[in-house]
């Protein structure tokens, strides 16, 4: 008896320490992947500027190959000829999502029909859609009463922003006019044809809005009498250079005014300025969500239902063409996270089939993650729940997630496993959905989602040039990993 027993504990501490092994290469493959896509001088931060988007998007689709991950459209869950019959989306705001061909991998078709073996690689995980984007990737300068203000440090140029060049006087909105009534009006007058108008951003966001996805269109949209816009915190509840107040990234439009954001080192009794600002509008820029599948393994596979991880690959690019985003955390890490995966349970058996897609067009208000859920290659009925993983590279000792009621036992069920871990995260920080990443789309589809930020001291380098790779920390890894893996396994039984 003292033998078996002594036989299954060794076995156990085998199991272990296998275990081990295998979270320590994932975790190395994870950083080496974060390091790889965050590189600028290949990726050009992951959008259409130099085409960063298409390689980040071969580079994902090469490593997901190699682990023997399949195309999603190639498994047996998938809808038949699903590419072929996309539809075209209107998400509840006011931007459109087009079907579209191949256009940047057109290359990959010889003659318009013969077939490349890159055709072969990479179309087949390929879901292609397009919207207008509108670009910033020449001159980006600002002056301030004779002092240069630093790009992505004293300022941000909203990304709907036209171009927009000379000298202008700068004014300040009365508290008076904050009202639904008047700020449009007031603003619209033709007294700041010549100038640019300081709007405390506390005081916008108690304007009454019809739909909390939108607070620019409504009340800058209709601003046609006016310079430019500067979206201050005039309260001074920031320190100068820390994050810039950020509500949704919106590039789909551009306003008739420049817009703004300053943080506390503007002045607060600014006289006039100098801009040399230059944008661009593409119409019907193509986009590539990525859909990769692993079946179930093992005598006790399943294929009626599958679990989807997601992440977004895209990010902002560049902001004037010094000013070149890395997106380390956000949202390399989350990219990193599934392709670990990928790369576990490739090699270990698991009942359950697992969906990986990694979507583009995130910062442009999640239109690749509408456009998969309006489009789904796995009917989303057959989706048992959606794991979002956006900025996991953080230090942050509590997990921030978000979930609705019919998600509620994903969280559930990752929280006991975390709390039965030794080196769990001390607490969940939980909230309800919203629209700040891309499981938004697939909860209002209806399907259960979930998102996991590890939120820490890198957090102020959100959307700046400072998302690199050195402010990035994998210490929070086993602790995701082992959370998601084991919860994965659980439906082996």
């Known amino acids: 008896m003292a033998i078996s027993i002594l036989a299954l504990a060794s076995c156990s501490y085998l199991k272990e320490k296998q275990e081990m092994k295998k979270m320590n290469e994932c975790k190395t493959y994870f950083e080496s992947v974060v390091k790889e896509l965050s590189d600028v001088s ?7 500027y130099e085409n960063g988007d ?19 459209s190639k498994s047996s869950m998938a809808i038949e000829d699903c590419f072929m019959h996309t539809q075209e989306v209107q998400p509840p705001y006011k931007a459109h999502i087009y079907n579209i061909g191949l256009e940047r991998w057109s290359g990959m078709v010889e003659d318009g029909y013969e077939r490349t073996p890159e055709y072969d690689k990479y179309v087949p995980y390929l879901q292609n859609f397009s919207f207008d984007l509108n670009v910033m990737r020449s001159s980006m300068k600002l002056v301030v009463d004779g002092k240069k203000m630093e790009p992505t440090v004293d300022f941000i140029a909203k990304e709907f922003s036209p171009t927009c060049q000379g000298k202008f006087e700068i004014k300040y909105l009365e508290d008076k006019y904050y009202t639904e009534e008047l700020f449009v009006k007031h603003l619209n007058s033709g007294e700041y044809r010549n100038a640019f108008v300081v709007v405390d951003w506390e005081k916008y966001n108690t304007l009454p809005f019809e739909s909390h996805m939108e607070r620019y269109m409504p009340y800058l949209m209709p601003l046609d009498k006016v310079g430019g816009i500067i979206l201050k915190d005039a309260a001074g509840s920031y320190s100068p250079n820390a994050q810039f107040p950020y509500f949704k990234a919106r590039a789909h439009y551009v306003t008739p005014e420049p817009v703004l954001m300053v943080n506390g080192t503007f002045p607060d009794d600014a006289k006039e300025l100098e801009i040399d600002m230059v944008s661009q509008m593409y119409p019907r820029h193509d986009a590539h969500n990525v859909v990769a599948f692993l079946p179930g393994t093992g005598k006790n596979a399943k294929d009626n239902e599958c679990i989807t991880f997601i992440a977004h690959y895209d990010h902002l690019g560049c902001m004037g063409k010094e000013n070149v985003f890395p997106g380390a955390n956000d949202n390399a890490s989350g990219v990193a996270m599934l392709l670990s995966l990928i790369k576990y349970w490739s090699k270990t058996e698991h009942s359950m089939p697992l969906q990986f897609i990694f979507l583009d067009a995130e910062e442009s208000n999640l239109l690749g993650a509408f456009f998969y859920a309006a489009n789904p290659v796995i009917p989303l009925d057959r989706i048992k729940c959606v794991i979002n993983c956006d900025m996991v590279g953080d230090s942050g000792d509590n997990l921030h997630c978000q979930c609705e009621q019919d998600g509620q036992w994903i969280i559930d069920s990752l929280k006991k496993i975390n709390d039965e871990y030794a080196d769990g995260f001390k607490a969940f920080d939980l909230e309800g959905v919203d629209d700040n990443s891309d499981h938004y789309a697939f909860e209002q589809a209806g399907v259960p989602s979930t998102y996991f930020e590890t939120k820490g001291e890198f957090y102020d380098h959100y959307h700046t040039p400072r998302d690199t790779y050195e402010h990035f920390t994998s210490c929070n890894y086993h602790r995701l990993f082992h959370m998601f893996t084991t919860f994965v396994n659980g439906f082996n039984e």
């Open 42 to 48: 290949k990726y050009y931060g992951r959008n259409a």
């Open 54 to 72: 298409i390689f980040a998007a071969k580079y994902i689709i090469d490593q997901v190959r190699e682990m023997g991950a399949m195309p999603a």
